[in-house]
Every structure is written in structure tokens, then in C-alpha cells.
């Protein structure tokens, strides 16, 4: 089992800039997929980006650009840094990981992720 524990939302203005971390401890030898996803109030929850244990990352559309994820294998820690905010980033920012045995090419759908977190909430304010 892995447990995740996000950090890193808080409020900021339209244009700023937030880090977001997500820490795994457990079974982390078993992970090879570590994805973030959204929900916005009274909206379904949305893949963001996602990175694999090789490093290769992928994207949502509204991301590009703008957000980039890293890791730290050391710490088994991933960072979503966010930049040039908009209102509409507004939500729970979910960490989410998946095992290699559970991989099956799919790197944008939630129901593939073993472990989730307990999210943060982010706020973007025009």
C-alpha cells in the first residue's frame, strides 16, 4: 500500500504561481505512474498531468505550458509547479499513484490509480 500526502494550495491572485507536493510512503518500489487530477466545484474530477518512473510526463491540454511536474526520487516526492494561474485552476488538487502492475497504457483516467490522496484546495482569484 502507498499513502500519499499533498501540500502546497493555498489562495493567489490571477497570473501567480503555486507549488504543489505530493510525498509517498509505503510500498513505493511498486509505483510507476504518479498523476495529479482536479475537481472544481459541482464539476467531475480531471486528469492534470502525470509523470512514469522514467521521467516522461504528459499533460492535460489546459495545462501545457503553464504546469510542469518534477520528482525527487530520493525523497519520493513529485512537484506540480503551476504557473500563470487563471480563475478557472480553481479546485481540489488530487495526487494520485499507480503501480506498474496496474499500468495499461492509460495515463488520464482515474479509475486506473491505485492511491490517492487527501488533496489541496487551490484558489485563484481575479
Known amino acids: 500500500q502507498v499513502q500519499l500526502v499533498e501540500s502546497g494550495g493555498g489562495p493567489v491572485q490571477a497570473g501567480g504561481s503555486l507549488r504543489l507536493s505530493c510525498a509517498a510512503s509505503?510500498?513505493?518500489?511498486?509505483?510507476?505512474?504518479m498523476g495529479w487530477f482536479r475537481q472544481a466545484p459541482g464539476k467531475g474530477r480531471e486528469f492534470v498531468a502525470a509523470?512514469?518512473?522514467?521521467?516522461?510526463?504528459y499533460y492535460a491540454e489546459s495545462a501545457k505550458g503553464r504546469f510542469a511536474l518534477s520528482r525527487e526520487n530520493t525523497k519520493n516526492t513529485v512537484y506540480l509547479q503551476m504557473n500563470s494561474l487563471k480563475p478557472e485552476d480553481t479546485a481540489v488538487y488530487y495526487c494520485?499513484?499507480?503501480?506498474?502492475?496496474?499500468?495499461?497504457?492509460?495515463?488520464?483516467?482515474?479509475?486506473?490509480?491505485?492511491?490517492w490522496g487527501q488533496g489541496t484546495q487551490v484558489t485563484v482569484s481575479s
Open positions: 494520485a499513484a499507480m503501480t506498474r502492475s496496474s499500468y495499461s497504457g492509460s495515463y488520464y483516467a482515474d479509475y486506473m490509480y491505485n492511491s
Open positions: 509505503g510500498r513505493t518500489d511498486s509505483l510507476y505512474l
Open positions: 509523470i512514469r518512473s522514467g521521467a516522461s510526463t
